[in-house]
């Protein structure tokens, strides 16, 4: 079950010791608390497992999954945000696993943002499974033994005839059996055991089921708590004009009828970091959101717009046109490409374009912050707490412990929530005006103000040999995200990720490559989208594969066979033609395919198309193939592909983020387009059986869906697209 | 200010807003009913969907001044317990991913069921055409308004 966490009590003390742990979740006195200590703080390998009175003991903290108190109450914990990828099921569906318990009988919570103390808690990179799940694993069984054990020795047997079930540990010989509850306070004193038997992937009894999600219910009948929806007692409401250039700064304002209308309480100039970079407003302080909205409307502002380029699209593309032509930093290579290139013989060469793209999570952004001499708390839908925590905890000068940061649902995120420069800004208005705030951002405040996913160009180069690829280059011009996130990063510093989605397995049996980017130099904002680089890259990449394929004469599918030796890579392949009937498709219908190597998970897509009575071409249907290797939940990943394919059309077919003088474009909904319900087509998911490690679910499936699409349509038109987004009438 | 009665779930509520205010923010705001979603501001996303008498508006583009003549049924108003057959149906299939836009979903889908109780195809795609999710669930909507009325035939 679900239910908001309580705002925590009023607290100087630092630290969260388990007393205080046990307050703030409500517990009973006595309870076993199980967690690891991160002696390094992200270092897993060097994690012990501890009870919450060990932690004390030592003097340490805690980092809690588990909690179950002397009535039986089970927490468990989620350490990561839920934005829709299903954390808050999966993460305890593997701790109930262990722990032997029902779900229906647990409670699940977040986890407050605690640097390293978890690991990382960014929720990005479709990461949170694959780099927790032996973590919790480990927390649910030691649990789990520690329970056993107590009850062995409260019963003096041996504690090899004892089991745990359903919240209870059983004696085989003589039946008996207790309750977790009643034997948490002995095993509370147990030295956890250093080593615990995990069960075998075959004695599962929710892991690799499709339990319905926890955290639906609350999500149905207006219960579930988003950011925009949390408040804390004294609160106001605060909203900003923000400079709608991101280096602009503010001139001069006259607030004078901002003040004049009804419920506005302040009115002042607000700057906001963003990366290396600040962003400059007027923020509107008032008692509620309606308020905010007609006194932004009477604000009247004076913008300095001065010292750096006010761009639009076409030149931000002819820009990276021209970087286009540039060596750019080498990435990765071997052999010789230039001097095969030089040598001639079957050569190709394309080049691709994909556009700037906004989030447009549908819960705008928000944050709700009170600031404190010596404390800060937030709540709102953050994708990485921890971050928030040390950039709070750095820029106030305040000890970590001294930073709440408290996660609500999130309504979307797709990397836009994982940025602290909405949350630094919340916490700076509720300094100025000593009282906690909700800082509310305006659709056309979350769609123009970025970051954006950058848009970027591709050139690929091949030369062919007997039907297979002798030479391959990739140059990738556009902004690196990296170089506006830290001045740490430079320039000349080759930028890894734009090999990222490419299937690396097709470069062993290429003898000439050369990966490289240009980075494109601009003011506009931008950052990670979902699936990053491989939402742009994947298109490049597995496009210009199909051409390739065509040029020499073979099956798109045959062909990246002939250049795949990796066993799983290929039964993905196989599976894919299985399913989508490839090699018995006929014409008439064209279809497509694309693969992409994603965030620990591959991918695979078959797009089938028709011509509708118009001679429009339809999707027909979405084939689609993941393999994460180990997993939790399939209706989930299932969803999560769906999605992925749904969020890839809206990017290849559908939305665009133009600039104009250096000024976003479309503003809401009515110009940015979204996908509408009869838009999707049928979409049929199949997920990889093996004994592979886990990967990620929430994004590798995006990736192949434009280029799949892409090549579908030459399939069937005989039309090569390059540039996305396009229209499907326009084919 | 003046002050508008408004009917809402049943029950009367006096607000005090200026005649303006869209009904939104009065419920979001004013009365703490957040289970109905600013997506957009401009009718354009549909997460803000309740029932005035009965028919699906988007409560960001209704005045607070023209809800007082209304009864008007937001997502807490479908059940509590989630027993709405809409509810169900969402919970059957498994819809909600972030779950933001669902309320606004589900609001149009139980306003189509109540006047057509046996939707084809494209009568659920022109109902639910003005709603958009971000996280890619409308295969399972599609599929999920069927369901619910499927429970409703099932009584």
Redesign the interface.
């Given at each position: 079950m679900y239910q908001e966490i309580p705002n925590k009590e009023e607290s100087s003390e630092s630290g969260l010791s388990r007393r205080k742990f046990m307050r703030l979740s409500g517990l009973t006195t006595a309870a076993l608390t199980v967690g690891y200590y991160f002696k390094a703080f992200g270092n897993d390998t060097v994690a012990e497992i501890l009870t919450g009175e060990g932690a004390e003991k030592m003097g340490v903290e805690l980092t809690a999954w588990i909690a179950v108190d002397k009535n039986g109450k089970v927490i468990l914990y989620n350490h990561r945000s839920?934005?829709?990828?299903?954390s808050f099921q999966s993460v305890p569906q593997i701790l109930a696993e262990e722990l032997e318990v029902n779900l229906e009988d647990v409670r699940v919570e977040f986890a407050q943002g605690y640097q390293g103390r978890y690991g990382s808690q960014i929720t990005g990179g479709s990461s949170t499974i694959r780099s927790a799940y032996k973590l919790l694993l480990k927390s649910g069984a030691t649990a789990r033994e520690m329970l056993i054990e107590a009850a062995a020795v409260n019963w003096g047997v041996s504690k090899a005839d004892c089991y745990a079930s359903g919240g209870q540990v059983f004696h085989k010989p003589s039946g008996k059996k207790m309750a977790y509850g009643d034997l948490v306070e002995k095993a509370s004193k147990i030295t956890p055991p250093k080593e615990v038997a995990l069960k075998a992937r075959k004695d599962y009894k929710l892991i690799g089921q499709?339990l319905?999600?926890l955290?639906?219910?609350a999500?149905?009948?207006?219960?579930?708590?988003?950011g925009?929806?949390k408040?804390v007692p004294g609160m106001l409401?605060a909203m900003v004009e923000r400079n709608p250039r991101f280096m602009g700064k503010v001139k001069s304002f006259d607030a004078t009828a901002a003040l004049a209308v009804?419920g506005v309480k302040e009115v002042f100039k607000v700057t906001m970091p963003v990366f290396a970079f600040t962003r400059e407003g007027v923020a509107v302080v008032a008692t509620?959101?309606?308020a905010c909205?007609q006194a932004r409307k009477v604000l009247k502002i004076e913008w300095d717009d001065s010292g750096f380029e006010h761009l639009d699209t076409e030149g931000l593309f002819k820009r990276m046109a021209a970087d286009l032509d540039k060596e750019g930093n080498t990435v990765k290579e071997k052999g010789g490409f230039a001097e095969i290139w030089q040598q001639g013989g079957e050569k190709l060469e394309a080049t691709y374009r994909t556009p700037y793209e906004s989030h447009?999570?549908?819960?705008?952004l928000n944050c709700v912050a009170h600031w404190q001499e010596d404390k800060i708390q937030v709540w709102g839908p953050i994708q990485g707490p921890d971050w928030v925590q040390s950039d709070l905890a750095e820029r106030y000068k305040l000890k970590p412990e001294a930073v709440e940061v408290n996660m609500t649902?999130?309504?979307?995120?797709?990397g836009r929530k994982a940025f602290v420069d909405y949350t630094t800004e919340a916490v700076e208005i509720s300094k100025k005006i000593k009282s906690p705030v909700k800082v509310v951002w305006?659709?056309e405040d979350d769609m123009t103000q970025g970051p954006f996913r950058p848009g970027a160009l591709y050139r690929c180069s091949a030369v062919l040999s007997g039907g297979k690829i002798k030479g391959l280059q990739a140059r990738m011009a556009g902004q690196n995200m990296d170089l506006q996130n830290s001045p740490k990063f430079k320039p000349d510093a080759p930028n890894a990720s734009m090999m990222e989605g490419l299937c690396e397995n097709y470069l062993e049996q290429i003898p000439h490559y050369r990966f490289s980017d240009v980075p494109t130099q601009s003011p506009i904002p931008v950052m990670w989208w979902r699936s990053v680089y491989s939402s742009t890259n994947d298109f490049a990449f597995e496009s210009f594969m199909d051409e390739m394929a065509h040029a020499a004469g073979k099956d798109p599918m045959a062909f990246r066979m002939e250049h795949i030796n990796d066993k799983r890579v290929r039964a993905m392949i196989t599976k894919l033609a299985e399913i989508s009937g490839w090699d018995k498709r006929q014409k008439g219908s064209g279809f497509g395919m694309a693969i992409a190597d994603c965030f620990g998970s591959f991918t695979g897509q078959v797009v089938q198309l028709q011509k509708d009575e118009n001679g429009v071409p339809r999707i027909k249907k979405v084939f689609a193939v993941i393999d994460c290797g180990w997993y939790v939940n399939p209706?989930i990943i299932r969803?999560?592909v769906?999605?992925?394919?749904?969020?890839g059309f809206g990017a290849a077919v559908v939305h665009e983020t133009h600039f104009s003088d250096g000024k976003a474009v479309e503003q809401?909904?009515?110009t940015y387009q979204?996908?509408?319900?009869?838009?999707?087509p049928?979409?049929e998911v199949h997920i990889m059986e093996n004994e592979e490690e886990a990967g990620g679910a929430g994004e590798p499936a995006l990736p192949p869906f434009a280029p799949a699409l892409c090549n579908a349509l030459f399939d069937l038109t005989g039309k090569r697209i390059r540039n996305l987004p396009f229209m499907l009438e326009d084919v | 200010?003046p002050t508008y009665n408004l009917t809402i779930n049943g029950k009367n509520y006096p607000v005090e807003a200026?005649a303006q205010?869209?009904l939104l923010?009065v419920l979001?705001?004013?009365l703490?009913?957040?289970?109905?979603?600013?997506?957009?501001?401009?009718a354009?996303?549909g997460?803000c969907t309740v029932h005035f008498n009965g028919s699906p508006v988007r409560s960001c583009s209704v005045a607070v001044s023209a809800a007082s003549r209304a009864k008007i049924t937001?997502?807490?108003g479908?059940?509590?317990?989630?027993g709405h057959p809409v509810?169900k149906a969402?919970?059957a299939e498994?819809?909600?991913?972030?779950?933001?836009?669902?309320?606004g979903q589900?609001m149009a889908a139980a306003a189509l069921l109540r006047t057509n109780p046996n939707p084809a195809d494209e009568d659920?795609?022109?109902a639910?055409?003005?709603?958009?999710?971000?996280?890619?669930?409308?295969?399972?909507?599609?599929k999920a308004v069927k369901t619910a009325a499927e429970i409703m035939r099932q009584g």
């Open positions: 839920e934005m829709g990828q299903g499709s319905p999600r955290d639906n219910p999500k149905l009948n207006g219960t579930a708590i988003f925009l929806d408040t409401i009804q509620d959101t309606y909205m447009s999570c549908m819960e705008p649902f999130l309504g979307g995120g797709f305006s659709r209706d969803a999560q769906e999605g992925s394919i749904q969020m809401n909904f009515d979204m996908p509408r319900i009869g838009d999707i049928e979409i | 200010m200026a205010t869209p923010w979001r705001d004013l703490g009913m957040t289970g109905t979603k600013y997506g957009c501001g401009i354009q996303c997460a937001t997502v807490e479908l059940s509590p317990d989630n509810q969402w919970i498994q819809v909600p991913q972030c779950g933001y836009c669902q309320s589900m659920i795609t022109v639910l055409q003005g709603h958009i999710c971000r996280c890619g669930t409308y295969t399972r909507i599609h």
